[in-house]
């Protein structure tokens, strides 16, 4: 540990007994009566765009059915029959696994940096049993973190929420960087809303800067936001710690350009390491969208690739929801042992 950590961890720890009775004093969020109308709002807007990115999808795919002079289902049975399944089964399981690594280094890591070490081999069946819930939201699922470790090591729910909040922050980052870099590499071939990305990068970038400022005090010192509890991990950050995050969750999006250019083939669609650089942070952000069966996800992947509307969206259908599963039955593997940490 820094020095310059340690020394943020011993005047946070001697801010936390005043901080405890401010927040006491607060109104609690759940007193409020309008609490559920963002939930409501929000669960109406997720239901809109799920409408529109199906009936797009049907659009498409009834479109080129046509073409073919096929029947939509005579259209997709014939799509999925000319995938080499048996390759693609085994790429997708040895980049499911690798992920698994990669993601669970990122947590133990982040834990590490603001709370406390834990081996990395007591976080893989917190990580992995996250991923049953991850089914339904990934967002869920880094919340029933917090409730594991509180439960199994004491440790506050608002701290291992706040390096949640921390890891969630800094993905949205570390996707625009490489989505930035593919960008500069592929940007004569990218469809044109693709320009906008350098825009987007430097007010991020700028955002980013005065936000590290800003949990450093250098900026507003005396406000008391970035008193809040949540934001315990930001606190402590340094700017080294946004710049280690990159790097450690970046070999899993790198082998995702990889593994996803190769599945590609195997659909029967061309594409480049390069072509997917820029495409997959933004393809990415879309699975995050709480849509059944991932279809923010695979709608960007048919408006990626125009011209392959049946392969495409049988090719999104398939990645997407047999990483989720995968992953989900990775943690059933390690589910007796969470339950033994969590109840012996």
Known sequence: MSENQSEDKSVQQGDESAQTSTEAAEPSESSSPAKH?????????????????????????NGAALREGL???????????????????????GYSLFYFVIDTLVVTRALGWFIQDIKYKDILPIRASAYI??????????????LYLNKRDQIPGWEVGSVMLFIMFCEIFYLLVWATVGYFFGQGSLPEVFDLIPYISFGAGAFLIIWVMYFRGIILPNNKLRDKRVLHAFRLAMPWHYAAFFLLRSPALLAAVIVYTVALNLFGVEASLMTLLPYLPVIFFAATVPTPMR????????????????????FG???????????????????????????S
């Open 71 to 93: 029947s939509l289902p005579a259209y997709m049975t014939q799509v999925f029959s000319s995938v080499n399944w048996a390759p693609w089964l085994l790429l997708m399981i």
């Open 133 to 146: 819930i991850s089914i339904f939201n990934e967002q869920i699922g880094k919340g029933a973190m917090a």
């Open 37 to 61: 109308k963002p939930s409501a709002i929000g669960r109406v807007a997720f239901l809109i765009l799920t409408a529109i990115c199906f009936a797009y999808l049907y659009y498409r795919l």
């Open 317 to 343: 259908f398939v990645q997407h929801n047999f990483f989720i599963l995968f992953n989900a039955a990775i943690g059933l593997v390690f589910w007796r042992r969470a339950q033994r940490e969590l109840f």
């Open 295 to 314: 279809a923010a996800a695979i709608t960007f992947w048919v408006i990626f690739f125009p011209e392959n509307e049946g392969q495409m969206a049988a």
